[in-house]
C-alpha cells in the first residue's frame, strides 16, 4: 500500500467539470473525472447530501473541489449557469424534470454554452414509463435480469453490494459518455445530453451472456451455468477456519493443476461431464474443509491453478500484489483504492483528500473567473479554510 500519492495530474487536466452534489453513482463518476486529472467542481446544496458519512471521510470526493449554491435561492440557478458557462462538462443524478425546474436543465446550459457535456445519471433514464419512479441498485438489477442470475438456485438472489449497478452499470457509463461527447465536442464544437441510465449501464454488461443464452449455452436459471456457481470449479469454498477459496479453474490445464494440487487427480476427467459434477462438488468441498484459507493459499501459490483466497476490504490492501503495485492508497488517514487505470505519459494521482462543502468557494471564484461566487466577504480565504487534503 503506498501513502499520500500526490505528483502527476492526469490525462484530462485541464477539463473543467460542474458536479451537481447527489450520492452514489454521480459522486462516483465525478471522483474517476476528477483523478484522471480533471478540475471538477462539486456544487454542494446547503445542509450537505444525505449520504450519512463524514464528509472528510467520503472518498468519492477526493481530488475535487467545492463550492455551496442553494438552487432553491433567487440567485442560484445564475451562479450554476456561470459555472456552466466555463465548463467542459456538467454532470447531475436528479429525477427526469428536475434541472429543468430549477432552471439548470441542458437547454439552460446550452443557451450560455453550446459545447458543453451535460451528462445525466439515473437510475431509469431519461424516458419510459418508471422514468420519475424512486428505485435503488438492487430495484435495477433485478429488472434487468442481472440480479436473476446471483446466488444459489434455492434460495432468493440475494442483495449484493452495490457495484454492479450503480457503479458499474451507472458512473462507468456516465464517465464513458461524456468522455465521448467530450471528444465530439472539440471536433464539432456541438455539445450533446449523455442520457446514462443504469437499467442500460447494466443491460449493456451482460451482452456476452445474452449471445451464449441465444447459442444455447447458457440456462435462464442461476446456479446452472459455468459462470454462476454451477460448475465445480468455478465458485467458492469454505476453509476448516470458516474462510473461503475462490476457484476459477476453467480451462483444461488449470483445471489439472487444481485437482492435482487438491490430490483429486481421479477427477481429472471429471471436468467436462457434468453427470460427474455433483460428486466433484462434494469431493472438492470435503478437501477444501481440511485445511485453512492460509495453508491453501500457500497450496495453491506459484500455480496457475486459478484459486485465490477471498480476502475482507481491510485484507485486501496488505496483500502482497495489490501491495506491490500500490492498488490501495493511504491518503489523509484514510485507506482507499487507488485512481485507476494507470498511464505512461500522464499519470494519475491522489492530489487532495475529500473536498468539504464550501472550501473552495474563493480559489475557484477566481481560477473560473466567477467572482460573484463570493457572495460572503468575511469568508475565510482557501488558504485557511479546512480542505479536508
Given at each position: 500500500?503506498?501513502?499520500e500519492?500526490?505528483?502527476?495530474q492526469?490525462p484530462?487536466?485541464g477539463?473543467?467539470?460542474?458536479?451537481?452534489?447527489?450520492?452514489?453513482?454521480?459522486?462516483?463518476?465525478?471522483?474517476?473525472?476528477?483523478?484522471?486529472?480533471?478540475?471538477?467542481?462539486?456544487?454542494?446544496?446547503?445542509?450537505?447530501?444525505?449520504?450519512?458519512?463524514?464528509?472528510?471521510?467520503?472518498?468519492?470526493?477526493?481530488?475535487?473541489?467545492?463550492?455551496?449554491?442553494?438552487?432553491k435561492?433567487?440567485?442560484?440557478?445564475?451562479?450554476?449557469?456561470?459555472?456552466?458557462?466555463?465548463?467542459?462538462?456538467?454532470?447531475?443524478?436528479?429525477?427526469?424534470?428536475?434541472?429543468?425546474?430549477?432552471?439548470?436543465?441542458?437547454?439552460?446550459?446550452?443557451?450560455?454554452?453550446?459545447?458543453?457535456?451535460?451528462?445525466?445519471?439515473t437510475?431509469?433514464?431519461?424516458?419510459?414509463?418508471l422514468?420519475?419512479?424512486?428505485?435503488?441498485?438492487?430495484?435495477?438489477?433485478?429488472?434487468?435480469?442481472?440480479?436473476?442470475?446471483?446466488?444459489?438456485?434455492?434460495?432468493?438472489?440475494p442483495?449484493p453490494?452495490?457495484?454492479?449497478?450503480?457503479?458499474?452499470?451507472?458512473?462507468?457509463?456516465?464517465?464513458?459518455?461524456?468522455?465521448?461527447?467530450?471528444?465530439?465536442?472539440?471536433?464539432?464544437g456541438?455539445?450533446?445530453?449523455?442520457?446514462?441510465?443504469?437499467?442500460?449501464?447494466?443491460?449493456?454488461?451482460?451482452?456476452?451472456?445474452?449471445?451464449?443464452?441465444?447459442?444455447?449455452?447458457?440456462?435462464?436459471?442461476?446456479?446452472?451455468n459455468?459462470?454462476?456457481?454451477?460448475?465445480p470449479?468455478?465458485?467458492?469454498?469454505?476453509?476448516?477456519?470458516?474462510?473461503?477459496?475462490?476457484?476459477?479453474?476453467?480451462?483444461?490445464?488449470?483445471?489439472?493443476?487444481?485437482?492435482?494440487?487438491?490430490?483429486?487427480?481421479?477427477?481429472?476427467?471429471?471436468?467436462?461431464?457434468?453427470t460427474?459434477?455433483?460428486?466433484?462438488?462434494?469431493?472438492?468441498?470435503?478437501?477444501?474443509?481440511?485445511?485453512?484459507?492460509?495453508?491453501?493459499?500457500?497450496?495453491?501459490?506459484?500455480?496457475?491453478?486459478?484459486?485465490?483466497?477471498?480476502?475482507?476490504?481491510?485484507?485486501?490492501?496488505?496483500?502482497?500484489?495489490?501491495?506491490?503495485?500500490?492498488?490501495?492508497?493511504?491518503?489523509?488517514?484514510?485507506?482507499?483504492?487507488?485512481?485507476?487505470?494507470?498511464?505512461?505519459?500522464?499519470?494519475t494521482?491522489?492530489?487532495?483528500?475529500?473536498?468539504?462543502p464550501?472550501?473552495?468557494?474563493?480559489?475557484?471564484?477566481?481560477d473560473?473567473?466567477?467572482?460573484?461566487?463570493?457572495?460572503?466577504?468575511?469568508?475565510?480565504?482557501?488558504?485557511?479554510?479546512s480542505?479536508?487534503?
Amino acid at each position: 500500500m503506498t501513502t499520500e500519492r500526490t505528483t502527476g495530474q492526469g490525462p484530462l487536466t485541464g477539463v473543467r467539470v460542474v458536479e451537481l452534489a447527489g450520492i452514489g453513482p454521480g459522486p462516483f463518476a465525478g471522483m474517476l473525472l476528477a483523478d484522471l486529472g480533471a478540475d471538477v467542481v462539486r456544487v454542494d446544496r446547503p445542509g450537505g447530501a444525505s449520504l450519512g458519512i463524514d464528509p472528510a471521510r467520503d472518498v468519492t470526493n477526493r481530488n475535487k473541489r467545492s463550492v455551496v449554491i442553494d438552487l432553491k435561492a433567487p440567485d442560484g440557478p445564475a451562479r450554476v449557469l456561470d459555472l456552466a458557462s466555463r465548463a467542459d462538462v456538467l454532470i447531475e443524478g436528479n429525477r427526469p424534470g428536475v434541472a429543468e425546474r430549477l432552471g439548470v436543465g441542458p437547454a439552460d446550459c446550452h443557451a450560455r454554452n453550446p459545447r458543453l457535456v451535460y451528462g445525466r445519471m439515473t437510475g431509469w433514464g431519461q424516458q419510459g414509463p418508471l422514468a420519475d419512479r424512486a428505485g435503488h441498485d438492487v430495484s435495477y438489477i433485478a429488472l434487468t435480469g442481472a440480479l436473476s442470475m446471483i446466488g444459489d438456485p434455492g434460495r432468493p438472489p440475494p442483495a449484493p453490494a452495490n457495484l454492479l449497478g450503480d457503479y458499474a452499470g451507472g458512473s462507468l457509463y456516465l464517465v464513458v459518455g461524456v468522455l465521448a461527447a467530450l471528444h465530439h465536442a472539440r471536433e464539432s464544437g456541438v455539445g450533446q445530453v449523455v442520457d446514462a441510465a443504469i437499467v442500460d449501464g447494466v443491460a449493456h454488461l451482460s451482452a456476452m451472456i445474452h449471445g451464449m443464452l441465444a447459442a444455447g449455452g447458457w440456462q435462464d436459471r442461476r446456479g446452472a451455468n459455468l459462470l454462476d456457481g454451477g460448475c465445480p470449479y468455478y465458485g467458492t469454498y469454505e476453509t476448516a477456519d470458516g474462510g473461503h477459496m475462490a476457484v476459477g479453474a476453467l480451462e483444461p490445464q488449470f483445471y489439472d493443476a487444481f485437482v492435482d494440487l487438491l490430490g483429486l487427480e481421479d477427477f481429472r476427467d471429471a471436468r467436462r461431464d457434468w453427470t460427474r459434477w455433483g460428486e466433484l462438488r462434494e469431493a472438492v468441498a470435503a478437501r477444501f474443509k481440511t485445511r485453512t484459507r492460509a495453508e491453501w493459499t500457500t497450496v495453491f501459490d506459484g500455480s496457475d491453478a486459478c484459486v485465490a483466497p477471498v480476502l475482507s476490504l481491510r485484507e485486501a490492501p496488505r496483500h502482497p500484489h495489490l501491495a506491490a503495485r500500490g492498488t490501495f492508497a493511504d491518503h489523509g488517514g484514510i485507506t482507499q483504492p487507488a485512481p485507476a487505470p494507470r498511464f505512461s505519459a500522464t499519470p494519475t494521482a491522489l492530489r487532495t483528500g475529500p473536498a468539504l462543502p464550501g472550501a473552495h468557494t474563493r480559489e475557484i471564484a477566481r481560477d473560473w473567473d466567477i467572482p460573484e461566487l463570493v457572495t460572503d466577504p468575511e469568508q475565510p480565504s482557501p488558504n485557511t479554510a479546512s480542505r479536508g487534503d
